[in-house]
């Protein structure tokens, strides 16, 4: 498995800059790729999803050996490396309620901290995106205890999300 994750802002602005010229165009980027195994900068699992979540509920999502991948094999992370989350992919269908990342019980906190910390609101047709590829990834997953990723839906209807985590079966 080889992935690439980026990560790009890319902006125009009009006017006199300290760098010169009328125009000021920078494009701030990062590139995150990772080639098959379970060390640094290498990733072995792969889950992608679409899934709903109703109004004023949580979606919470087993990391550890409940899972399938797109070949129907069952899956345990043991280490996070990336986790996109897009509110309101593009269906043609606007989602109406912001979606909270974390909190619950048993939760993943690596790249979160803390014991039961949050990061939110992404509003509709918002998206968060982690990731590093060294030896520790964004945190550990451990099976029962530390394994609940919660996607939370505010009120204002069910809202339909898409999901990505990129993983190792070995911390």
Do not use: H
């Not at 080639?35 to 999502?61: E, F, H, M, P």
């Not at 043991?78 to 048993?106: C, D, H, K, Y």
């Amino acid at each position: 498995m080889r992935t690439e994750i980026t990560a790009a802002i890319k902006a125009a602005q009009v006017g006199s800059s300290a760098f010169g010229g009328p125009s000021f165009m920078p494009t701030i980027s990062a590139v995150l790729e990772t080639t098959l195994g379970t060390g640094a900068n290498q990733a072995d699992i792969l889950w992608t999803a679409q899934r709903t979540v109703n109004a004023s509920t949580n979606d919470d999502i087993d990391l550890a050996g409940v899972l399938t991948n797109a070949f129907g094999a069952t899956i345990t992370t043991a280490e996070l490396v990336a986790i996109l989350i897009i509110n309101a992919p593009l269906s043609g269908t606007a989602n109406l309620s912001s979606l909270t990342i974390g909190g619950g019980t048993n939760p993943v906190t690596g790249f979160l901290g803390g014991t039961t910390p949050t990061v939110g609101p992404i509003r509709p047709g918002g998206f968060f995106l982690i990731g590093c590829g060294d030896a520790a990834g964004i945190g550990a997953v451990t099976a029962g205890t530390g394994d609940i990723l919660r996607v939370a839906n505010g009120a204002g209807g069910a809202a339909t999300y898409q999901i990505a985590v990129i993983g190792r079966t070995v911390a």
